[in-house]
């Protein structure tokens, strides 16, 4: 398995930005899609992003699309989540996740390692 720390998180005003990081270790980083996902209080664990094992190929949620960007670095084994233009509805814990069934297949149970996650609060 791969063990992964999420980092980054905070309170932002609405129309802010963050940029999250989740560091990887234990495993190939480079073998895994990765992803974030979120949880906002009272609703389902939701997909964000995610990246191909190469970084070549991304995937977004509807809702963040045009505003958030996912992207990895294999030699510091890092998969980032900038968040541009952030809105009260971001409001949520972020998790990053790594899997082997590729960067298209947004299915959290597809997932195999998970973070702990970071807490990101947007105010209005």
């Known amino acids: 398995q791969v063990q992964l720390v999420e980092s980054g998180g905070g309170l932002v005003q609405a129309g802010g930005s963050l940029r999250l990081s989740c560091a990887a270790s234990?495993?190939?980083?480079?073998?895994?899609?990765m992803g974030w996902f979120r949880q906002a209080p009272g609703k389902e664990r939701e997909f964000v992003a995610t990246?191909?094992?190469?970084?070549?190929?991304?995937n977004y949620a509807d809702s963040v699309k045009g505003r958030f960007t996912i992207s990895r670095d294999n030699v510091k084994n890092t998969v980032y989540l900038q968040m541009n233009s952030l809105k009260p509805e971001d409001t949520a814990v972020y998790y990053c996740?790594?899997?082997?069934?590729?960067?298209?297949?947004?299915?959290?149970?597809?997932?195999?390692?998970w973070g702990q996650g970071t807490l990101v609060t947007v105010s209005s």
């Open positions: 996740a790594a899997s082997f069934f590729g960067y298209t297949d947004s299915r959290p149970e597809r997932f195999s390692s």
């Open positions: 234990g495993r190939t980083f480079s073998s895994y899609a």
């Open positions: 990246v191909s094992w190469s970084g070549g190929s991304t």
